[in-house]
């Protein structure tokens, strides 16, 4: 639906700016209505963004775990979902549990966006 679109795209702008805690916020209203891969992914975006809510705060062993299980649930999906380069954001997501596994400082790396691309014929929305 065009107004889950907005919603949607209202948690990523969200996200992109470092208002983790509002894009998990507003997923979740998409994410309790949402069934199959919709869920899976509005699922591991949300739990992306809670990751990095959890940076923010200092908690080190919440962001890796958290950034693992939303990285292991892109891994199954298509390249685009709702318009999102899912595989850029995998692979994102993946490079920060790389070096919060390795290392125990901050990770140097630039926490990831939520990137639009053109529409894939995989992308999920019915």
Same mark, same amino acid.
């Given at each position: 639906?065009?107004?889950?679109?907005?919603?949607? !795209?209202?948690?990523?702008?969200?996200?992109? !700016?470092?208002?983790?805690?509002?894009?998990?916020?507003?997923? &979740?209203?998409?994410?309790? &209505?949402?069934?199959? !891969?919709?869920?899976?992914?509005?699922?591991?975006?949300?739990?992306?963004?809670?990751?990095? @809510? @959890?940076?923010?705060? =200092?908690?080190?062993?919440?962001?890796?775990?958290?950034?693992?299980?939303?990285?292991?649930?892109?891994?199954?999906?298509? @390249?685009?979902?709702?318009?999102? !380069?899912?595989?850029?954001?995998?692979?994102?997501?993946?490079?920060?549990? &790389?070096?919060?596994?390795?290392?125990? =400082?901050?990770?140097?790396?630039?926490?990831? *966006?939520?990137?639009?691309?053109?529409?894939?014929?995989?992308?999920?929305? *019915?």
């Amino acid at each position: 639906m065009k107004g889950d679109d907005a919603i949607f !795209r209202r948690g990523a702008e969200q996200f992109n !700016r470092g208002e983790f805690f509002d894009a998990h916020e507003t997923w &979740e209203v998409l994410w309790l &209505e949402a069934t199959g !891969r919709d869920k899976i992914f509005l699922q591991a975006t949300i739990q992306i963004a809670a990751a990095f @809510h @959890h940076w923010g705060c =200092g908690n080190r062993s919440g962001t890796l775990s958290l950034l693992r299980r939303g990285v292991e649930k892109l891994a199954g999906l298509p @390249h685009s979902c709702w318009g999102v !380069r899912v595989d850029q954001l995998r692979e994102q997501a993946a490079r920060w549990c &790389e070096a919060l596994s390795s290392d125990t =400082g901050a990770p140097g790396l630039p926490i990831p *966006k939520i990137e639009f691309g053109p529409v894939s014929p995989t992308l999920l929305r *019915k």
